[in-house]
């Protein structure tokens, strides 16, 4: 037995929930200075980089075409029904932490520092490739004459390793992280002053665009096409089309709009470092929700704007891929205009930079706060009210794999990182919402509460208790006729129909990946696995729409509960398919160096850790010898027969809801 209950606990230890209670939400270490201006800024800036200004050309020239501006709405979207989610989070859990606290607070502690790991990852290979992108810019405007310089005396001839150590680079993290750590309000204010050049630049590209464009470009006919490769002596694809497609606004046809919205759905990836400022912001549960979904609106039509004005000015197949403003420009006939569109590049990737650096040691102070991470790392300076070891310390990372590394392959893992907080953040949205009561408005252990408890009598408590275990069975009515309120039998049903959900949607993400050709061959074997698992979601998704939610109201709340969240979901985890074996091979060794840290020290350190858990076997033996004796005294007293029941006493878990 022994064993058993010590993998029970060690079980629980896993599963444990972080337990945010009312009063703790106004409380702040940190500086609340920031206005929903502030976050506005600060999400456009993030999320609106230096991909604007390459991006479109690359997808309308490969992909979309003209209907790239599709592309964009579809991509906007799917990545606004995260946003939503998050933005129902900051209205509940306006706390530091992001999707990681979003986690904790709901499915546990071993899938919050998953979550939470994953970003730290994501935000220091995010810093150090922006920083190493602005460093490769501001070169190009010096003819790259920096870059020849340290290829000369510099050169770095070793595997994984850059082709010269970027010294530039190194000065801008660093300035960056020291800016953070002198204090929240002056970096807004940096950012601000950025992001509005940047949107001024991107206003004169879509102004000039919609000048000098022509909408003849929007519908190039298809045998001028077949001219154009015949001259250029380019063979038709394997569909039989031309390698410029077949002409009009959608020249690669729906699948090549559906191929650049996923591609375009990077472009809106870096709204989440709003969440993250939940202890710095005024009136946060209304300045967060309005800061993910307006910079989410402002960043759509950005993008939609400059690349309409892209494909007006030059027919898509002239585009440059690498730098196609510059080129569009040229092409019309504005050559210096090239000048303006380098300083909002630099000032994007300024923000960007800024976006990336900003939420990485929020993360790491909330994590090492809960005690999941070094604890010297949560220390916040009482002058700047910013957590300064965190800042310092992950910037100086940053800065080392910017000045050394070749951070190319290593991009693709900061998809991993984004796409797993998004689909968990979805997830946690329709668990919490199906809850009887909300965990994180419960008190914590107290010694009030525990000699109130005491008072309570045995069979009063036995009785609740018993009452309680057997209401906990599962019933098959439950998915025939659900209660009109929610229960922790609803709730539990909703918990497993979501996980079970999830994996459908991988197995049907992992088909339609690997098995298309199979589906697009009417093999009977994939057409029948893809109607039963398109079945299966559907039904699944109809059975958690049916039960019972939670009625309590908070400031922002996603609607079309649960589709939206499904629909989410699904979006992410088939991105995450898509990326190669090589990056989940890479993604494998950051977990196992991360659970090596949780298991080593987070897990014996966390904050979750109540003092009952740590006399659980104790207090397991005392209150079995406590039912033992209250059983016989029950019996020997006839009078007090209506009370014989089983007394499940069992201690209680404060972390656990």
């Known amino acids: ?210 000048v000098k464009g022509n909408v003849a470009n929007w519908k190039i006919s298809e045998e001028f096409l077949r001219n154009i490769s015949a001259s250029a002596r380019k063979l038709p694809s394997e569909n039989g089309t031309y390698v410029y497609g077949a002409g009009g606004f959608m020249p690669f046809g729906i699948t090549g709009t559906l191929a650049g919205a996923a591609t375009c759905f990077y472009a809106f990836v870096g709204f989440d470092c709003i969440a993250t400022t939940g202890e710095e912001v005024r009136n946060p549960q209304k300045a967060i929700p309005i800061g993910i979904v307006t910079s989410l609106l402002v960043c759509f039509m950005a993008y939609f704007g400059v690349s309409a004005a892209l494909t007006l000015m030059m027919p898509y197949y002239l585009l440059d891929e690498k730098s196609p403003l510059p080129v569009a420009f040229e092409y019309v006939g504005w050559g210096p205009a090239k000048y303006i569109v380098a300083a909002g590049s630099l000032c994007a990737l300024s923000t960007s930079l800024l976006g990336s650096i900003f939420p990485m040691p929020r993360v790491i102070y909330a994590m090492a706060e809960d005690g999941l991470l070094f604890k010297c790392l949560a220390q916040i300076n009482s002058k700047t009210k910013t957590p300064v070891i965190a800042t310092l310390s992950s910037g100086a990372v940053a800065a080392v794999m910017a000045f050394l590394f070749d951070l190319k392959a290593l991009v693709d893992m900061m998809s991993i990182g984004t796409l797993l907080a998004y689909s968990l953040v979805a997830a946690c949205v329709l668990i919490l919402r199906y809850q009887p009561g909300l965990c994180y408005e419960q008190p914590k252990y107290s010694p009030e509460k525990e000699a109130l408890e005491s008072r309570t009598s045995p069979a009063s408590k036995s009785e609740s208790q018993a009452t309680m275990l057997q209401e906990q069975g599962f019933h098959l009515r439950l998915l025939i006729s659900p209660s009109t309120l929610p229960t922790q039998q609803s709730a539990s049903l909703v918990s497993c129909l979501v996980g079970f959900l999830a994996f459908l949607v991988l197995g049907l993400s992992i088909l339609t990946t690997h098995g298309v050709h199979a589906i697009v061959g009417l093999q009977a074997w994939s057409l029948a696995l893809l109607v039963l698992l398109l079945l299966l979601c559907i039904a699944t998704t109809v059975t958690i729409w049916r039960q019972p939610q939670n009625q309590q109201k908070v400031s922002f709340m996603v609607p079309f509960l649960p589709f939206l969240p499904a629909f989410s979901i699904l979006v992410n985890i088939y991105l995450m398919v898509q990326l190669s074996a090589e990056t989940w091979v890479r993604f494998s060794i950051w977990m196992a160096f991360g659970f090596l840290i949780y298991f080593a020290y987070g897990i014996r350190h966390s904050l979750e850790r109540g003092p009952r858990e740590e006399d659980d076997e104790d207090a397991y033996s005392n209150n079995v010898n406590a039912a033992t004796a209250e059983k016989s005294a029950v019996q020997a007293n006839d009078h007090h027969r209506r009370n014989l029941r089983l007394p499940f006493s069992f201690p209680e878990k404060t972390s656990e809801c």
């Not at 896993?14 to 940190?30: F, G, P, Y």
């Not at 690359?58 to 029904?81: E, R, T």
């Not at 004459?145 to 001839?157: A, D, E, H, L, V």
Request: aromatic share 12%; hydrophobic share 50%; net charge positive.
């Open 1 to 210: 037995m022994i064993p058993c209950r010590a993998a029970l606990s060690f079980a629980r230890c896993l599963i444990r929930r972080k337990i945010v209670t009312q009063d703790s939400l106004e409380d702040s270490k940190l500086c609340r200075c920031l206005s929903t201006m502030d976050l506005i800024a600060l999400g456009v800036g993030s999320t609106l980089g230096a991909g604007v200004y390459v991006l479109a050309g690359d997808v309308a020239k490969s992909d979309s075409g003209p209907s790239i501006v599709i592309s964009f709405l579809i991509a906007a979207l799917a990545s606004v029904m995260a946003g939503l989610c998050y933005a129902e989070f900051g209205a509940r859990v306006p706390k530091t932490g992001s999707a990681y606290l979003y986690t904790y607070v709901t499915v546990g502690e071993l899938w919050a520092f998953v979550t939470g790991w994953n970003l730290i990852l994501s935000y220091v290979i995010g810093t150090s490739s922006v920083a190493r992108a602005w460093s490769g810019t501001f070169d190009e405007l010096l003819n790259k004459q920096i870059g020849q310089f340290f290829r000369t005396y510099f050169k770095m001839n070793y595997s994984g390793l850059a082709e010269y150590p970027d010294f530039f680079a190194v000065c801008l993290v660093l300035l960056l992280a020291a800016l953070l750590s002198f204090g929240v309000k002056e970096s807004a204010w940096v950012n601000k002053v950025f992001t509005a050049i940047n949107m001024l630049v991107l206003l004169f590209v879509m102004v000039a665009g919609f």
